[in-house]
C-alpha cells in the first residue's frame, strides 16, 4: 500500500474537533486544515458544520477558496456536512454569501423551518443495510440537483444526503453520533 492518506478537516469555524475525532476512530490520519500549505498536504477534505456565511468569509480572509476548488477539480474528495454543504453548493437560495460552488445542487439554508430547529431522525441511506441516525441543527436541505448528482438519502421528502463524483453532502451531522458509517463511505471514496 502506498502511504497512508491524509484527511484534512478545514478548521476555520465549527464542529471540526469532531470530525477530526470520528476520523481518528477510523482508524484514518486526521489533520486541520488552515493554510494553502495543509491544503497541499490532504488527500480528501471535511468541511464541518457551524455558520455558513462565517466559513464563507474566513475561506476569503485565509484565502483559500482557489486551491480547494482547484483540488477539488481535479478529483480530491471533499465532503461537506450542514454548513458545508451549503459552502459547497452552486446555489444558495436567498443568499449572495460566498461559496465554493463545488457541487451542483441548490442549498437552502435553515430550511426545516424554526419550530424544528433541531432534531434526530433514522435515515434510510443510498446502499447502506442500516438506517443511519441523523442529527440535524438548524439543517439546511438540498432543493435541487443537477449534473451528474445522486440522490442518497431523503428525508420528510427532502434530499438532506447527495453526491456527485468525488463530492459528497450531508445536512445532517455524522460526527456527533458513535455510527462511523458516513465516514467510513467517505474515506472509501478516496
Ligand atoms: N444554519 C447554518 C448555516 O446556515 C448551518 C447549521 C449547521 O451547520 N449546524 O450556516
Known sequence: MAGKKVIGVLALQGAFV???????????????????????????????????????????????????????????????????????????????QYSLGLMDISARRNAFGRQVDSFEAYLDVKGQAKKIKGVFIRAPYVDRVWGETEVLSVYDGKVVMARENNLLVSSFHPELTPDLTVHKYFLGML
Open 18 to 96: 469532531e470530525h477530526q475525532a470520528a476520523l481518528r476512530r477510523c482508524k484514518a490520519e486526521a489533520i486541520r486544515v488552515r493554510s494553502k500549505e495543509d491544503v497541499k498536504a490532504i488527500d480528501g477534505l471535511i468541511i464541518p458544520g457551524g455558520e455558513s456565511t462565517t466559513i464563507g468569509r474566513l475561506l476569503v480572509d485565509y484565502d483559500l477558496g482557489d486551491s480547494i476548488i482547484e483540488r477539488s477539480r481535479a478529483g480530491m474528495p471533499v465532503f461537506g456536512t450542514c454548513a458545508g454543504m451549503i459552502v459547497m453548493a452552486k446555489e444558495i437560495p436567498g443568499s449572495d
